[in-house]
């Protein structure tokens, strides 16, 4: 290979974002069927209905499954602060390092201390106990998704000190952990993680009705998912909105480089939004682009005619790219509104009376979409985070850091190594999950009574 064929700070950002796209995978999932988790306990207890602990004891190996992956991804992933970080964690470490180790005592140490007691406690606690154990695990869960996301909003918008001699230094720890972009991130997020339980759960019990597998079964868990989807999709549609919003009011750059905005509207013009362009960031402008008159201006500032900076404003190299963000953000949206929709016909089909168990397993069509929905939702979680972390650059901490200015002083060899090995071993991590996961669907669920 040549020298410098692709520097460290290249090497550096394409490891951290392959390990943290497959990282994202596990969480999701974690969070949403762990809350599910304790909605199946809680039914089982009230109703002494032996269905929703069969329930409770299948899901809960999907979860394991997850919880296991996850650590292990998150923590080689939290490793390369260090490692191909150093700069970063050195400037921002009095309130990144602390956030990061709040989510480590608060939430993942609340989530493994009782994960045990959910596994094993079984006739060895009493029902409450167990219960309590259950939602201990869900709060952890969520309580790392809150502690996460804040280090990320933080490094999006930075605030509670100010930056001396290269270094952050607190003098709030609440407006740096409530910081401008905090309750977007979280709320988003956390909304994410049901979004995709909800069309998991929905779509493997639209894959075991359609093969005539446990249809009774199966027919509770799907009607439970509808039910999730039904809450839960609107109000991601609800905080992405307003997510975008605050990206406009706090991150110009970033909002103009997701919508592919080069010029500033006029005065009593409307920004146009584009459902698709082709941008042309040497020319600064769109070769090819089909359009909503108004779109963005409406969107944005809620007038016909609100003023959008467009991406000319900045010099070019405070510009982040602006192909991967223009187009990740359009697939979210595509798999946003296409769950909604979806959602909104299985809601009608269930009104027309088609989820009686001797018409569910006729209504095929409508499973292959539950079942599609799982990775297309999957693939709009990715696209969602590209967008996010795309759209801040050339910042590591925005407006503040470059990203360049912040890795560590190792060789690109060096980077490049571990690059490939983290290559090697997650596939082989990803391999032996679809084993463990088809294994678990293949033995389905068990009928064992449940503890008295």
């Excluded at 040549?2 to 460290?8: A, K």
């Excluded at 992956?69 to 309130?95: A, P």
């Excluded at 994960?115 to 167990?130: A, D, N, P, T």
């Excluded at 809601?347 to 539950?370: M, N, V, Y």
Aim: glycine residues 8%; positive net charge.
């Amino acid at each position: 290979m040549p020298e410098q064929f692709i520097s460290e700070v290249m090497l550096a950002r394409f490891q951290f974002a392959f390990t943290a796209l497959f990282h994202i995978l596990w969480p999701v999932l974690t969070v949403g069927m762990s809350i599910y988790m304790v909605i199946l306990e809680v039914l089982w207890i009230k109703t002494r209905d032996a269905s929703y602990y069969h329930h409770y004891r299948f899901w809960t190996r999907l979860l394991l499954l997850n919880i296991a992956l996850g650590v292990v991804t998150g923590i080689v992933m939290e490793f390369q602060f260090g490692t191909n970080w150093s700069r970063f964690s050195k400037t921002g470490g009095d309130i990144f390092g602390h956030v990061l180790g709040f989510e480590a005592t608060m939430a993942f140490m609340l989530e493994a201390t009782f994960l045990s007691i959910v596994v094993f406690g079984w006739q060895k606690v009493s029902r409450g106990m167990h219960l309590f154990a259950t939602t201990m695990v869900a709060l952890g869960a969520s309580l790392s998704v809150f502690w996460i996301m804040d280090a990320n909003a933080w490094m999006q918008t930075p605030a509670g000190g100010f930056f001396q001699d290269g270094r952050f230094r607190l003098t709030s720890n609440y407006e740096a952990i409530f910081n401008p972009n905090w309750f977007w991130a979280f709320t988003h997020k956390e909304a994410a993680c049901l979004m995709v339980t909800a069309f998991v759960i929905g779509g493997i019990s639209a894959w075991y009705i359609r093969n005539g597998r446990h249809e009774a079964f199966f027919l509770k868990s799907f009607k439970m998912a509808v039910m999730g989807a039904i809450v839960v999709t609107p109000l991601q549609i609800y905080l992405g909105d307003g997510s975008g919003r605050n990206v406009f009011q706090y991150q110009p750059t970033k909002l103009a480089g997701m919508e592919s905005h080069w010029n500033t509207n006029k005065p009593g013009e409307g920004a146009p939004w584009h459902i698709i362009a082709w941008p042309d960031q040497e020319k600064q402008e769109n070769r090819f682009s089909i359009d909503i008159p108004y779109g963005l201006s409406l969107i944005t500032t809620r007038e016909m005619t609100g003023k959008v900076p467009g991406l000319k404003e900045f010099p070019k190299d405070l510009q982040p790219p602006v192909w991967l963000p223009f187009y990740s953000f359009r697939v979210m949206l595509f798999v946003g509104f296409g769950s909604f929709f979806l959602m909104l016909y299985t809601i009608w089909a269930w009104i027309k009376g088609r989820f009686h168990l001797d018409r569910i397993g006729g209504q095929r069509k409508l499973l292959l979409a539950w079942i599609i929905a799982i990775p297309m939702n999957y693939l709009s979680i990715e696209a969602g985070w590209i967008t996010r972390e795309v759209g801040r650059q050339p910042w590591v901490i925005y407006n503040v850091m470059r990203t360049g200015s912040g890795t560590s002083p190792v060789s690109e060899h060096l980077v490049g190594t571990s690059f490939i090995t983290f290559i090697v071993v997650y596939s082989l991590l990803f391999d032996l999950f679809l084993v463990f996961a088809w294994y678990i669907l293949k033995k389905g669920p068990s009928t064992n009574p449940p503890p008295v």
